[in-house]
């Protein structure tokens, strides 16, 4: 039986238990041990008349019987003696057949005495047909004497069986009554071959023999009997033996154990049987008195031993009772106490613990000693466990405090780096936007333009510090932006931009406060897809208007994800988890997690039919607005720009375009443009007015290419050209009114171009092509490790 993992509760019952129970068996042992003799003690009384007096009136009757049977053996004629005796002996045997079968005795009596019970009454069975037989004349002298013997001797049997009391005394007083009482019958066995021997006029053979010997054990057995005696009654028994009857018997006896060689009784048959009636009747007398005496005395010993069995009995259940009480209570505060140590263990680690952490990461102050008060449970081991655990638990709030506050320092350190990065990329795009302004030079335009894309990736990898610190970013807009802007904003900032194609997206707005976050979510699960589909394949990005906001799919054709992968994604998306510095391979998935809670976008992954993954963003509907007027003015722009189908379908046919794959070997020429990366980015869609040169489109080129915002074109350099002047950077100083100037001029451009999106303008000036630019391969770049890394590889 283990009890390792027994409850404390049943360890301590089961301490308690044992030891009572033990104690308990115990007492009841000792008990029954004293109860027992008390018992038979008081059972004497009852053994005494329901199975001594009649028993010992059977035998008396037996013996008479015997003696006239043996004297009708040796006669000649019918005693009528003889059927009188019958008749008392029946008499007397049915009133101990009566007696004995009585639930008194039954209840008194032992095995033992059970057994020789029944033996007595058995053989007190065979009385008819051994009459039968002497009245057949049958069986002999000899016969018959035996026949009433052997009855007379299963009764004593039964006498010997009752004395089994546990005084030591009394019981050796009852044996040696018993013993008088066979001596008793020895004697009346003589008087039986006597009396036959005096009615034949001689003895049978081995008669004298049997007289002689039945003579010397009677003689014997007394002398045994009367020394165990108690004092007073060896001396009323010694006196009893000194009357004149007791002298004759003896020397009647004396004179018939002398060796008579003429086969005759040398006494006489009239005073013979005188004494011997008379001795049968005292000796008779003096066993039923001394009986009686021994059962009252047996009486006050039983009362004795009762009242000490009573006061033991009643102190030991006391002190069963008293060893309860104590163990029951010093178990259940036993009990109390450590339940007390378990409890407040409990309420550290599930309750006060997770509260402290929780405070701690909302930022409010802890009390260490309030929050781990000491635990008083005495002085004992108990409360040096409670002691103990009131030091673990200030050590496990401290270290609670400690890592809560190493990891604010942390977010700090982290929020620290991604400022200062933010800050150095920003510099770093309007340095661009400046070089790009000047550069003249479509080789080098090219290569400023891949620069200037990697920076906007680097922008988006500094936020992420940013959301790992628990900030939001610092970009913002005041004004809705268009969905499609939005999308391709998201789409700049990814390194694989020219293999997403944007296919149907209804015409939607969202508001100011979330367009940089979901920006954001959108370029971590484009590039997602991206990254984890072959390059050879096209990864679209559709958009539709639902009951409950504005739903973004985007949907690859890579390897796929298995289901226990896409369950566990997708339970991270929708718990978004706190950052854990040990899944730093899920960094793109805390992050798209942490910017969906934060404006209650629902991000899920699901099985594409293409063989790949569809990630799906549900913009919640109250971030979600009509879309907003593509230029900045509408009025001057005209109704066209105002109408967001003609743009939904320029969308819609820009996705279809069948962009090229490979780059030319000759290197560029004059009359190629450089792919530019989707504008819609922050730095030109989203946030226009980016101060770059806008080339105006001719007439003839197709509004698929033109995406609602201005697009970067190659222009031949005139041959007059002067070369560039190898002066520094170094702005000089602008009055205000000029500054005031060359700002409108850029909004100017910028308008233009989106107005040229949408309805397809003059050519402008001499420097706009003659012909729509052909498009080459984007240059190439060292792919960058995805941010989202949530595929199976």
Known sequence: MKTRDWPIRSKLTALVVAPVTALLALWIFATTLTFGPALNLLSARTLLYDLGRPGETVVTELQ???????????????????????????????????????????????????????????????????????????????????????????????????????????????????????SRELLGQS???????????????????????????????????????????????????????????????????????????????????????????????????????????????????LVRLAAAGVLGLVAVVVSVLVALRVGRTLVRRLSGVRTAALELAEHRLPDVVARLRRGEQVDVAREAPPLEYGHDEIGEVGRAFTEVQRTAVQAAVDEVTLRRGLNEVFLNIARRSQSLVHRQLHLLDRMERRSEDPDELAELFQVDHLATRLRRHAEDLVILAGSAPGRGWRNPVAMVDLIRGAISEVEAYERVDVKAVQPAGVLGRSVGDIIHLLAELVENATAFSPPDTRVTVTGAQVANGYVLEITDQGLGMSDAALESANTRLASSPEFDPAQSARLGLFVVARLAARHGVRVGLRPSGEGGVTAVALIPGDLVTTEPPAGP??????????????????????????????????????????PAPPTGAPTSAVAPANGRDEGSATPDEPDDELDGLPRRVRRRTPAAAQPRSTVTDTPSPRSPEEVRQVMAALQAGTARGRATAITPAAPTGPAAPTSPPAPTDPPTTTPEPPTVTERDA
């Open 191 to 305: 008087d039986a071959l006597l009396a036959g021997a005096l009615t034949a006029g001689r003895f049978a053979e081995g008669e004298h023999t049997q007289l002689v010997q039945a003579i010397g054990n009677q003689r014997w057995l007394t002398e045994s009997a009367v020394a165990d005696l108690p004092e007073s009654s060896r001396v009323a028994y010694q006196r009893l033996t000194e009357g004149e009857a007791f002298t004759r018997l003896r020397s009647m006896q004396d004179a018939l154990v002398v060796p008579n060689r003429s086969g005759r009784p040398t006494v006489d048959a009239a005073a013979w049987q005188a004494s011997q009636d008379a001795v049968q009747q005292q000796l008779r007398d003096f066993e039923l008195s001394e009986a009686d005496a021994l059962t009252d005395r047996s009486v006050p010993m039983a009362v004795r031993i």
């Open 64 to 182: 008479r019987e015997r003696r006239l049977s043996a004297v009708q053996l040796a006669g000649s004629s019918e005693l009528p003696a003889l059927a009188e005796q019958r008749g008392r002996t029946d008499r007397a045997v049915a009133e101990l057949r009566r007696r004995v079968d009585g639930e008194p005795l039954r209840d008194a009596a032992d095995d033992l005495l059970e057994t020789r019970v029944d033996q007595l009454v058995n053989a007190l069975a065979a009385l008819p047909d051994g009459r039968r037989f002497i009245d057949e004349r049958k069986v002999d002298r000899a016969g018959a004497i035996g026949l009433y013997s052997g009855m007379v001797t299963a009764a004593f049997q039964a006498f010997a069986g009752m004395a089994t009391l546990t005084d030591p005394d009394i019981n050796r007083q009852a044996l040696a009554l018993t013993a008088l009482g066979r």
């Open 633 to 674: 003015d509408p009025a001057t722009l005209g109704a066209a720009s105002a109408d967001p189908s003609r743009r939904l379908a320029r969308t819609q046919r820009r996705g279809t375009v069948t962009r090229p794959r490979t780059r030319p070997p000759t290197a560029p020429s004059a009359s190629t443009a450089p």
